[in-house]
Protein backbone atom coordinates (compact mmCIF):
# COMPACT_ATOMS: atom_id res chain seq x y z
CA UNK A 1 0.00 0.00 0.00
CA UNK A 2 1.31 3.14 -0.84
CA UNK A 3 0.12 6.87 -0.04
CA UNK A 4 1.03 10.73 0.06
CA UNK A 5 3.88 11.95 2.00
CA UNK A 6 4.95 15.48 3.44
CA UNK A 7 8.86 15.49 3.71
CA UNK A 8 9.93 18.53 5.99
CA UNK A 9 13.33 19.53 6.29
CA UNK A 10 15.73 22.32 7.04
CA UNK A 11 18.76 22.90 9.13
CA UNK A 12 18.92 22.37 12.78
CA UNK A 13 17.60 25.55 14.23
CA UNK A 14 15.15 26.39 11.26
CA UNK A 15 11.81 25.69 12.95
CA UNK A 16 10.82 22.46 11.01
CA UNK A 17 9.44 20.85 14.68
CA UNK A 18 7.30 23.97 15.54
CA UNK A 19 5.95 24.32 11.77
CA UNK A 20 5.19 20.36 11.80
CA UNK A 21 3.23 20.92 15.01
CA UNK A 22 1.80 23.56 13.54
CA UNK A 23 0.94 22.00 10.43
CA UNK A 24 -0.50 18.92 12.38
CA UNK A 25 -3.10 20.66 14.52
CA UNK A 26 -4.64 22.06 11.37
CA UNK A 27 -4.53 19.76 8.96
CA UNK A 28 -6.42 16.27 9.57
CA UNK A 29 -5.51 12.70 8.22
CA UNK A 30 -1.96 13.38 8.98
CA UNK A 31 0.61 10.97 10.98
CA UNK A 32 4.25 11.73 12.15
CA UNK A 33 6.40 9.29 10.77
CA UNK A 34 8.39 8.71 13.55
CA UNK A 35 12.84 8.34 12.70
CA UNK A 36 14.79 6.55 14.71
CA UNK A 37 18.56 7.92 15.77
CA UNK A 38 21.06 6.45 18.40
CA UNK A 39 21.57 10.12 19.58
CA UNK A 40 20.88 10.75 23.42
CA UNK A 41 17.66 11.18 24.42
CA UNK A 42 16.56 14.82 25.94
CA UNK A 43 14.73 15.29 29.22
CA UNK A 44 11.62 15.98 27.32
CA UNK A 45 11.47 12.96 24.94
CA UNK A 46 9.69 10.11 24.66
CA UNK A 47 11.00 6.55 23.05
CA UNK A 48 8.50 6.28 20.36
CA UNK A 49 6.48 9.31 20.60
CA UNK A 50 9.78 11.79 19.35
CA UNK A 51 11.85 9.13 18.29
CA UNK A 52 12.87 5.82 18.48
CA UNK A 53 15.99 5.67 20.48
CA UNK A 54 18.20 3.05 19.57
CA UNK A 55 21.68 1.97 20.84
CA UNK A 56 24.51 1.93 17.84
CA UNK A 57 24.21 -1.51 17.72
CA UNK A 58 20.95 -1.96 17.41
CA UNK A 59 20.73 0.65 15.04
CA UNK A 60 23.33 -1.07 12.77
CA UNK A 61 21.40 -4.46 12.87
CA UNK A 62 18.52 -2.44 11.42
CA UNK A 63 20.89 -1.30 8.41
CA UNK A 64 22.33 -5.29 8.16
CA UNK A 65 18.46 -5.86 7.73
CA UNK A 66 17.42 -3.23 5.02
CA UNK A 67 14.37 -2.32 7.86
CA UNK A 68 15.26 1.56 7.25
CA UNK A 69 14.06 3.37 3.64
CA UNK A 70 17.04 6.10 4.17
CA UNK A 71 19.23 6.25 6.69
CA UNK A 72 22.06 9.19 7.63
CA UNK A 73 24.89 9.50 9.83
CA UNK A 74 23.99 13.07 10.51
CA UNK A 75 26.99 14.31 13.12
CA UNK A 76 29.90 11.96 13.98
CA UNK A 77 28.48 8.84 15.44
CA UNK A 78 25.05 10.03 15.49
CA UNK A 79 22.61 8.61 13.33
CA UNK A 80 18.68 9.13 12.22
CA UNK A 81 16.48 6.78 9.55
CA UNK A 82 13.40 6.28 8.45
CA UNK A 83 12.18 2.59 9.40
CA UNK A 84 10.16 0.63 6.42
CA UNK A 85 7.50 -0.75 9.25
CA UNK A 86 6.42 2.28 10.49
CA UNK A 87 5.89 3.81 7.06
CA UNK A 88 3.71 1.08 6.13
CA UNK A 89 1.89 0.96 9.56
CA UNK A 90 0.82 4.47 9.30
CA UNK A 91 -0.16 3.88 5.33
CA UNK A 92 -2.55 0.97 6.62
CA UNK A 93 -4.05 3.52 8.56
CA UNK A 94 -4.96 5.44 5.72
CA UNK A 95 -2.53 8.19 6.76
CA UNK A 96 -0.51 10.80 4.71
CA UNK A 97 2.68 10.64 5.81
CA UNK A 98 4.98 13.53 7.76
CA UNK A 99 8.63 13.82 7.69
CA UNK A 100 10.89 15.70 9.76
CA UNK A 101 13.88 15.20 9.03
CA UNK A 102 18.10 15.70 7.98
CA UNK A 103 17.98 18.00 4.42
CA UNK A 104 20.36 14.75 3.07
CA UNK A 105 17.56 12.11 4.88
CA UNK A 106 14.62 14.41 3.15
CA UNK A 107 16.30 13.83 -0.73
CA UNK A 108 16.47 9.86 -0.30
CA UNK A 109 12.66 10.52 0.92
CA UNK A 110 11.79 12.31 -2.09
CA UNK A 111 13.59 10.15 -4.15
CA UNK A 112 11.76 7.21 -2.92
CA UNK A 113 8.47 8.42 -2.71
CA UNK A 114 9.04 10.06 -6.26
CA UNK A 115 5.64 12.32 -7.11
CA UNK A 116 4.01 10.64 -3.78
CA UNK A 117 5.70 13.31 -2.17
CA UNK A 118 6.14 16.90 -1.37
CA UNK A 119 9.22 17.97 -0.10
CA UNK A 120 9.66 21.32 1.75
CA UNK A 121 12.54 22.70 2.96
CA UNK A 122 12.58 25.17 5.47
CA UNK A 123 14.90 28.38 5.43
CA UNK A 124 15.92 30.67 8.33
CA UNK A 125 15.98 34.23 7.64
CA UNK A 126 19.39 34.55 7.71
CA UNK A 127 22.39 32.33 9.16
CA UNK A 128 22.31 34.79 12.24
CA UNK A 129 18.95 34.24 13.06
CA UNK A 130 20.05 30.24 12.55
CA UNK A 131 22.80 30.77 15.13
CA UNK A 132 20.31 33.09 17.30
CA UNK A 133 18.05 30.39 17.63
CA UNK A 134 20.47 26.96 18.42
CA UNK A 135 21.67 28.98 21.50
CA UNK A 136 18.63 29.75 22.81
CA UNK A 137 17.69 26.69 22.52
CA UNK A 138 19.89 25.70 25.00
CA UNK A 139 20.85 22.14 23.73
CA UNK A 140 24.32 22.59 22.24
CA UNK A 141 27.65 22.90 23.85
CA UNK A 142 30.22 25.25 21.58
CA UNK A 143 31.56 21.79 19.63
CA UNK A 144 28.15 20.58 18.77
CA UNK A 145 27.15 24.23 18.06
CA UNK A 146 29.94 25.01 15.23
CA UNK A 147 29.29 21.45 13.76
CA UNK A 148 25.60 22.35 13.72
CA UNK A 149 26.39 25.67 12.11
CA UNK A 150 28.95 24.13 9.68
CA UNK A 151 26.32 21.29 8.58
CA UNK A 152 23.50 24.27 8.21
CA UNK A 153 25.94 25.80 5.58
CA UNK A 154 25.85 23.01 3.27
CA UNK A 155 22.33 22.00 4.18
CA UNK A 156 21.13 25.53 2.68
CA UNK A 157 22.84 25.02 -0.21
CA UNK A 158 20.74 21.76 -1.13
CA UNK A 159 17.23 24.04 -0.77
CA UNK A 160 17.11 23.97 -4.62
CA UNK A 161 16.40 20.66 -5.35
CA UNK A 162 12.95 20.65 -2.59
CA UNK A 163 9.36 21.25 -4.42
CA UNK A 164 9.37 24.08 -1.98
CA UNK A 165 11.10 26.51 -0.05
CA UNK A 166 9.64 28.37 2.98
CA UNK A 167 11.52 31.24 5.12
CA UNK A 168 10.46 30.75 8.25
CA UNK A 169 10.50 34.71 9.18
CA UNK A 170 7.15 34.53 11.26
CA UNK A 171 5.84 31.31 12.48
CA UNK A 172 1.89 32.16 11.80
CA UNK A 173 3.04 33.36 7.78
CA UNK A 174 5.20 30.23 7.36
CA UNK A 175 2.73 27.90 9.27
CA UNK A 176 -0.31 29.03 6.77
CA UNK A 177 2.12 28.96 4.31
CA UNK A 178 2.86 25.12 4.66
CA UNK A 179 -0.89 24.51 5.77
CA UNK A 180 -2.11 25.76 2.25
CA UNK A 181 0.19 23.79 0.15
CA UNK A 182 -0.03 20.34 2.01
CA UNK A 183 -4.12 21.03 1.56
CA UNK A 184 -3.01 21.50 -1.81
CA UNK A 185 -1.12 18.65 -2.54
CA UNK A 186 -3.42 16.25 -0.68
CA UNK A 187 -6.43 17.44 -2.90
CA UNK A 188 -4.45 16.92 -5.91
Known sequence: MKGKAIIITAPSGGGKSTLIRYLMERVPGLAFSVSATTRPKRSHEQDGVHYYFLSPEDFQKKISDRAF???????PG????????????LWREGKTLV???????????????????????????????????????????????????????????????FDRVIVNDRIERAGE??????????AA
Open 99 to 161: FDVDVLGALSLKKYFGPSALAVFIKPPSAEVLEERLRKRGTEDAQSLKERLERAEMELGKARH
Open 78 to 89: TCYGTLKDEVER
Open 177 to 186: ELVDMVKKFI
Open 69 to 75: IEWEEVY
